[in-house]
């Protein structure tokens, strides 16, 4: 009898490890939707994952394709997700997202007015007022009938990359003024549970509405997705009046995920609003300093910027994760200077009557914690600044640092030991 019973229980022991690694096993993926380099570096992870880049005709073909040589090159999954179909490249076209919402809207909401000029005469139906950047306000760019479709975007997309890539584990979402840092964001998804419900981005809040901001990048987990578009078919034609009162696409998404009980995970600063140049790396934000966080995405970047941060990820060979402390140093500490003429670094401080940039730059060097300064000759009139940015080319303005402080205060916060994660 005791033989039979060791046998037994031999048997259960294998019968629970033959199901441990059927549950446990990798799936095998779909094949990849693009063919890649044979330079590029092998992530097995990637496989998990779709990237949706999201544009709009009034800028694919200006904004896109450094994307396909840059940020999109290596990745074996991604899609364009547009408003009109056309090919960016011999091996890629957009896809409109547009066309699954309903005739009848599409027909008469006037925010299509620009979507239907298009599909029936193509970009040559683009107008001056089409191409119109507008200024953006604190609701959005109401003046551009690009950024008035977008926002139709947020929620059909959805439906777009699960069908894309029903496989996927994560949905990467970016538009064509967004940055991500591959390698960075592989190892951040990897301290999260691909089979949990996962809502990851740039905290944004809109009344009671707390958010991800669609332009820093956000990354959906397939459960995430499957329960927000599932939610969505119960009532398309409600949701489609609900964007059609709201003025923000990103702010929608966040209210449908939240609906089902999702919440936002916050991503910043490891993903961020603004471009290098236009971030404090110093200050406290959310009680969290950049300094030692992995740099993941930037947002509001142009052809030059994409094709600097892709040139400095090339350049920066370390061992981990590539920190804010490696982009300020690598990207904007060679552009601080004592002086630079027709530049505008973005202070914001009161205004101090003076007679010279050289005065100008002594009210700074008197007040202990000023690290910029801006003179603007033609009012007499001289600002400060405790918080640090590079900003950007001004005729009229003349923009200063205080480099020896800036040098010292990126010396006290260190080299990073100790990586900081969300």
């Known amino acids: 009898m005791p033989r039979p019973r060791r046998l037994s229980l031999l048997g259960s022991l294998l019968a629970l490890l033959l199901l441990y690694t059927l549950y446990h096993r990798r799936t095998p993926s779909s094949p990849p939707l693009q063919t890649i380099p044979d330079d590029c570096p092998s992530h097995p992870d990637l496989s998990d994952i779709l990237v949706i880049l999201k544009t709009g005709v009034t800028e694919s073909r200006d904004k896109v394709p450094v994307h396909l040589t840059t940020t999109l090159r290596c990745i074996p999954n991604h899609a364009l997700f547009s408003d009109y179909i056309e090919p960016l490249s011999p091996s890629i076209s957009t896809h409109d997202v547009l066309s699954s919402l309903s005739p009848s809207l599409i ?18 139906a683009l107008t001056p007022a089409d191409l119109n950047p507008d200024i953006n306000t604190p609701i959005g760019k ?13 929620l059909p997309m959805l439906d ?3 069908a894309l890539k ?3 584990k994560w949905y990467v979402f970016m538009e064509a003024d967004t940055y991500i840092l591959w390698e960075n964001l592989l190892v951040w998804l990897r301290r ?18 707390i958010f991800a901001h669609g332009g820093s990048g956000f990354i959906l987990s397939k459960p995430a997705v499957v329960r927000a578009v599932a939610h969505r078919k119960r009532s398309s034609d409600g949701w489609e009046r609900a964007v059609g009162e709201h003025w923000a696409g990103d702010c929608m998404l966040g209210i449908l995920l939240e609906d089902v009980g999702i919440e936002l995970t916050w991503g910043w600063p490891m993903l961020q609003i603004a471009p290098p140049g236009e971030m404090d ?12 966080y992995p740099a993941v995405s930037f947002h509001h970047l142009g052809e030059e910027g994409i094709k600097q941060l892709d040139a400095m990820e090339k350049k ?16 904007m500490r060679p552009e601080l200077r004592d002086v630079r003429p027709d530049w505008d670094n973005m202070v914001e401080g009161e205004a101090v009557p003076v007679t010279s940039f050289a005065a100008c730059r002594g009210v700074c060097s008197r007040e202990a914690l000023c690290l910029q300064y801006a003179y603007n000759e033609t009012a007499g009139e001289c600002r400060t600044s405790k918080a640090l940015a590079l900003g950007h080319a001004q005729p009229g303005l003349s923009a200063g640092w205080m480099t020896e402080r800036i040098d010292a205060m990126a010396e006290s916060l260190g080299e990073c030991d100790e990586i900081s994660w969300i």
């Not at 109401?142 to 947020?154: H, I, R, S, T, V």
């Not at 994760?321 to 140093?329: A, N, Q």
């Open 142 to 154: 109401p003046n551009n009938p690009g950024w008035k479709l977008d926002k139709w975007k947020f």
């Open 160 to 162: 777009e990359a699960l």
């Open 192 to 209: 999260f549970n691909p089979r949990e419900a996962v809502y990851l981005g740039n905290q944004m809040q809109i009344v009671d509405a």
């Open 281 to 292: 790396y110093f200050d406290l934000g959310y009680e969290r300093r950049p300094w030692c």
């Open 166 to 168: 029903p496989d996927a």
């Open 316 to 331: 920066v060979k370390k061992k981990g994760p590539l920190l804010y402390r490696d982009v300020f140093l690598h990207v």
């Open 107 to 124: 027909a008469t909401n006037p925010d299509f007015n620009l979507y239907r000029r298009v599909q029936a005469h193509g970009p040559s």
